[in-house]
């Protein structure tokens, strides 16, 4: 694997709500290498997009470690901060909330530009259309309205902005999970178009793993603020290890007919992430699960070829 750019050490982020603490993200630990894309899945409200939003510093964290080429960037000072911003970036979900209504394309691709003094305001014209142009957006569209777009065009727009101070990291928040289908697969073709040529970093979140499955070199899936398996991708389609994931992919849709394959179903809600209870945190819905897994948090542990588990069951197997 080539050398990390991001590593993530013992990341919390608790909340403090009326019954005591919210445990979003808890003890997470991992790394991404230089020009790799890691898939970040799980359920709504696992923690996903919490840790996406911790690593960037736009809501602060419990306790832990984020290190950016070595550096603990969690310390850094505001204005330090602020030239780091420069190398990191992020691609939201939304791509109507998060662009402002009131500007054109022009302008809300040369904000970042303009704030950062990358450019005068006579070069940012042509500076803005060459974006434009990387991101598959026309230029007579550089004086429209995001209102005026559809979705899949915003969504691009939202990516040239991230790209605009040319980051080495992006953090893209289920940029996709809004779009229709065949509108899905133009972006995703022109995120690894562009990871391609400017040697970009990816955290890709998203609740869907066939997604992740066409984008990632390997996956992390997290339940209730837990990591639960860590893999290559085409690995966790060969061989899921944790009771967790099997569920997920039983539940992913195949495009055979008259392909019968067993479904997973989970009994029970999901656990509050309030002051959760000891032992594994998928337990309670877990099928395979036995009196040591309400008891003891299992540890996250290689049982091969980098492939990490976090299930008392398989380690003793293993």
Not at 52 to 57: D, E, K, P, S
Not at 127 to 139: E, F, N, Q, S, Y
């Amino acid at each position: 694997m080539s050398e990390n750019l991001i590593e993530v050490r013992n990341l919390k982020k608790y909340f403090r709500v009326s019954d005591g603490q919210l445990h979003a993200v808890d003890d997470v630990s991992f790394a991404i290498g230089k020009g790799e894309t890691l898939g970040l899945v799980g359920e709504s409200g696992c923690g996903k997009s919490t840790i996406g939003r911790v690593i960037l510093r736009l809501i602060p964290h419990t306790s832990g470690e984020v290190l950016y080429d070595g550096e603990n960037i969690l310390e850094y000072s505001n204005e330090k901060m602020r030239e780091m911003r420069r190398s990191m970036q992020m691609i939201f979900q939304d791509p109507y909330s998060s662009l402002n209504p009131r500007k054109t394309i022009g302008q809300i691709i040369a904000e970042p530009l303009l704030i950062n003094g990358l450019v005068s305001r006579k070069e940012v014209t042509d500076v803005v259309l060459d974006l434009m142009a990387k991101g598959g957006i026309r230029k007579k569209l550089f004086n429209s309205y995001p209102h005026e777009l559809d979705g899949g065009r915003r969504q691009r727009v939202g990516i040239i902005r991230a790209l605009a101070l040319n980051p080495k990291f992006i953090v893209c928040d289920e940029p996709v999970s809004s779009l229709d289908v065949s509108i899905q697969a133009q972006i995703l073709n022109l995120l690894q178009d562009l990871q391609e040529n400017m040697g970009l970093t990816y955290l890709f979140i998203s609740h869907d793993l066939s997604v992740v499955r066409h984008i990632s070199n390997r996956i992390v899936v997290m339940y209730l603020g837990k990591i639960m398996e860590v893999c290559d991708s085409r690995e966790l389609f060969r061989n899921p290890l944790h009771p967790y994931t099997k569920a997920l992919l039983s539940a992913v849709p195949i495009a055979k007919y008259n392909y019968n394959r067993e479904r997973i179903l989970l009994k029970g809600d999901v656990p509050s992430p309030v002051n959760p209870k000891p032992g594994c945190r998928f337990a309670q819905r877990c099928w395979m699960a036995k009196e040591c897994c309400f008891e003891k948090e299992p540890e996250l542990k290689d049982v091969g070829g980098g492939h990490c588990v976090a299930c008392h069951l398989v380690n003793r197997e293993g």
